[in-house]
């Protein structure tokens, strides 16, 4: 983004500086052709472009090829949390870019005696090593990447377009610099800069990390929309440097106008991002709000049943104790044993309805179990959840649910494969996890349970959930998948539903990371880990 200036070579290749010209007599020897130079690269020689060195002009180049930093500086802000290498490395090794960044470009102004074409190739060639180098020190992918800081770079190109505005404005001689502004333009330009990167702080920090993760807006889409802030960047950069009379001259005036109006349309397209990643949200919303309704229901349901389920066993308890004490009196063993082996086979197996303490995680770890067991895949489900988690329930419900719902999906995906059963339902997995039930205690290690399953191909489903001494909780959910989920190039997993990454774990991805907990995700050998870690819930 030096961009800004960067570029500027480029645009104003043709219009090489004045003042330059009168100074080469009192810049000696250097500036006579080289022998050696090969006849196809002497346009690169230009000793004309060497300029005498004054602290003004020595200022005023640096603080033009500065203008980098306030983009950088935005673009960085957007990926704070999407980093994949150590934040303080990232800053040294993008500060030490810069300083080397204009240390050439300061030698090439007041010492080599290049063409503006080299500087232009110059700046070209740093502009595209800050695009390669965000992209590689982010989870983004290219097309993400670029869009962001494209979106940066076209900001700042803004700024400094309105700033040579203003220089032409305050001063009719602002071409005695070369490409580069007088004090009026520079002040102009890092004055709105600081606006601009004021009013986008929020946003920018808030919304565009997750219009760039959303699912909303699909991989095919990014590769086309980064497109956009590039044509205002390149736009931008044909005027760049340019003298315009924006008061007399038609097409000057054109070509503020036609600025104004990409302006225009790229704001309408950012609005349109922000707006259907705010649709998606409310609608993930309304489906958080619709399940939570729906666990309820089935909690007060299942207390109903409970409830209409004692009072039958209390009615009916004094029949069974009036026929148990006729076969005691009549001291007949052989009846009463069948008595009660028929009585024990009429109950039923108990099914716990509590798997811990905290009300809405037994909500949701119920429900999903229930709809797991209506598959006739026995979960091992062993969870220590207390219930004065310092935590959002809603929070909490995204976490849970999202995660047993991407596993009960998996193992209905198995129903239909080589593990179903002749009614379509994939086979008992109880005996494979060797638990008895939710809550109960396992009668082999869960580690070998899993390992027999696996290689049996068995669905099973484990959960596992305590508050560690520190105060921090532990989830961790293993469950069987008929095949390893795919990822794209981010390394975000790529839903079986729909096209784009998975709705599911990016809103626990998103919880985690606003509460200061990591996600981790496996998948491999049939076995699909989804393993959560919060900090700090009690």
């Given at each position: 983004?030096?961009?800004?200036?960067?570029?500027?070579?480029?645009?104003?290749a043709?219009?090489?500086?004045?003042?330059?010209a009168?100074?080469?007599?009192?810049?000696?020897?250097v500036?006579?052709?080289?022998d050696?130079?090969?006849?196809f690269l002497?346009?690169?020689?230009?000793?004309?472009?060497?300029?005498?060195?004054?602290?003004?002009?020595?200022l005023?180049?640096?603080?033009?090829?500065a203008?980098?930093?306030?983009?950088?500086?935005?673009?960085?802000a957007i990926?704070?949390?999407?980093l994949?290498?150590?934040r303080?490395?990232?800053?040294?090794?993008?500060?030490?870019?810069?300083?080397?960044?204009l240390?050439?470009?300061?030698?090439?102004?007041?010492?080599?005696?290049?063409?503006?074409?080299?500087?232009?190739?110059?700046?070209l060639?740093?502009?595209?090593?800050?695009c390669?180098?965000f992209?590689?020190?982010?989870?983004?992918?290219?097309?993400?990447?670029?869009?962001t800081s494209?979106?940066?770079?076209?900001?700042?190109?803004?700024?400094v377009?309105?700033?040579?505005?203003?220089?032409?404005?305050?001063?009719?001689?602002?071409?005695?610099?070369?490409?580069?502004?007088?004090?009026a333009?520079?002040?102009a330009?890092?004055?709105?800069?600081?606006?601009?990167?004021?009013?986008?702080?929020?946003?920018?920090?808030?919304?565009m990390?997750?219009?760039?993760?959303?699912?909303?807006?699909?991989?095919?889409?990014?590769?086309?929309l980064?497109?956009?802030?590039f044509?205002?960047?390149?736009?931008l950069m044909m005027?760049?440097?340019r003298?315009?009379?924006?008061m007399?001259?038609?097409?000057?005036q054109l070509?503020?106008?036609?600025?104004?109006m990409?302006?225009?349309?790229?704001?309408?397209?950012?609005?349109?991002?922000a707006?259907a990643?705010c649709?998606?949200?409310?609608r993930?919303e309304?489906?958080?709000?619709?399940?939570?309704?729906?666990?309820?229901r089935?909690?007060v349901?299942?207390l109903?049943?409970r409830?209409?389920?004692a009072?039958?066993?209390?009615?009916?308890?004094?029949?069974?104790?009036?026929?148990?004490?006729?076969?005691?009196?009549?001291?007949?063993?052989?009846?009463l044993r069948?008595?009660?082996?028929?009585?024990v086979?009429?109950?039923?197996?108990?099914?716990?309805?509590?798997v811990?303490?905290?009300?809405?995680?037994?909500a949701?770890?119920?429900?999903?179990?229930s709809?797991v067991?209506?598959?006739?895949?026995?979960?091992?489900?062993?969870?220590?959840v207390?219930?004065?988690?310092m935590?959002?329930?809603?929070?909490?419900?995204?976490?849970?649910?999202?995660?047993?719902?991407?596993?009960?999906?998996a193992?209905?995906?198995m129903?239909?494969?080589?593990?179903?059963?002749?009614?379509?339902?994939?086979?008992?997995?109880?005996?494979?996890v060797?638990?008895?039930?939710?809550?109960?205690?396992?009668a082999r290690?869960?580690?070998?349970?899993?390992?027999?399953?696996?290689?049996?191909?068995?669905?099973f489903?484990?959960?596992?959930?305590?508050v560690?001494?520190?105060?921090?909780l532990?989830v961790?959910?293993?469950?069987?998948?008929?095949?390893?989920?795919?990822?794209?190039?981010?390394?975000?997993?790529?839903?079986?539903?729909?096209?784009?990454?998975?709705?599911?774990?990016?809103?626990v991805?998103?919880?985690?990371?606003?509460?200061?907990?990591?996600?981790?995700v496996?998948?491999?050998?049939?076995v699909?880990?989804?393993?959560?870690?919060?900090?700090?819930?009690?």
């Amino acid at each position: 983004m030096s961009a800004s200036t960067a570029f500027s070579a480029v645009a104003a290749a043709s219009a090489s500086s004045v003042s330059s010209a009168s100074s080469v007599s009192s810049v000696s020897p250097v500036l006579s052709a080289p022998d050696a130079l090969p006849p196809f690269l002497t346009f690169l020689y230009d000793p004309s472009t060497i300029a005498p060195l004054t602290a003004g002009r020595l200022l005023i180049v640096l603080a033009e090829h500065a203008t980098l930093v306030p983009a950088i500086v935005l673009c960085f802000a957007i990926a704070w949390d999407l980093l994949r290498m150590p934040r303080r490395r990232v800053v040294a090794a993008t500060a030490l870019a810069v300083l080397v960044y204009l240390l050439v470009s300061v030698w090439l102004y007041f010492f080599a005696p290049v063409s503006d074409m080299v500087g232009a190739c110059f700046s070209l060639a740093f502009a595209l090593f800050v695009c390669l180098w965000f992209w590689q020190v982010t989870d983004l992918n290219l097309p993400r990447a670029l869009f962001t800081s494209m979106s940066c770079a076209s900001m700042m190109a803004v700024c400094v377009f309105a700033g040579q505005l203003v220089d032409m404005l305050a001063n009719s001689e602002w071409r005695a610099l070369g490409p580069y502004s007088s004090y009026a333009g520079v002040v102009a330009e890092y004055a709105l800069a600081a606006i601009a990167v004021a009013l986008l702080w929020r946003p920018a920090r808030a919304v565009m990390p997750r219009v760039l993760r959303s699912p909303v807006v699909g991989t095919v889409a990014w590769r086309v929309l980064w497109l956009g802030p590039f044509g205002l960047y390149a736009l931008l950069m044909m005027y760049h440097g340019r003298r315009m009379d924006v008061m007399h001259d038609a097409t000057a005036q054109l070509g503020v106008f036609a600025v104004t109006m990409y302006c225009a349309l790229l704001l309408l397209l950012y609005w349109l991002l922000a707006k259907a990643d705010c649709e998606a949200s409310r609608r993930v919303e309304a489906e958080q709000s619709a399940r939570r309704l729906a666990l309820g229901r089935m909690q007060v349901r299942a207390l109903t049943d409970r409830m209409a389920q004692a009072r039958r066993a209390r009615h009916d308890l004094r029949q069974h104790m009036v026929v148990l004490h006729g076969y005691a009196r009549g001291d007949d063993l052989p009846g009463l044993r069948r008595y009660l082996d028929a009585l024990v086979a009429d109950l039923g197996a108990d099914e716990t309805l509590a798997v811990c303490e905290h009300v809405v995680v037994n909500a949701v770890v119920s429900y999903y179990v229930s709809v797991v067991r209506a598959m006739g895949v026995r979960p091992d489900v062993r969870m220590d959840v207390p219930a004065d988690l310092m935590v959002d329930s809603t929070d909490l419900t995204v976490l849970f649910g999202n995660l047993l719902e991407n596993a009960a999906d998996a193992l209905q995906a198995m129903a239909s494969g080589p593990h179903a059963r002749e009614d379509g339902m994939p086979r008992d997995a109880s005996d494979g996890v060797g638990g008895d039930g939710v809550g109960g205690d396992a009668a082999r290690d869960v580690a070998d349970g899993m390992r027999n399953d696996v290689a049996s191909g068995v669905p099973f489903l484990t959960v596992r959930a305590r508050v560690g001494r520190a105060g921090e909780l532990f989830v961790t959910v293993d469950n069987a998948c008929a095949s390893v989920p795919r990822r794209d190039a981010s390394g975000r997993w790529l839903s079986s539903k729909h096209e784009g990454a998975g709705v599911g774990l990016e809103s626990v991805r998103a919880v985690t990371e606003r509460l200061g907990g990591e996600l981790r995700v496996e998948a491999s050998d049939g076995v699909f880990r989804a393993s959560v870690m919060i900090p700090s819930v009690r």
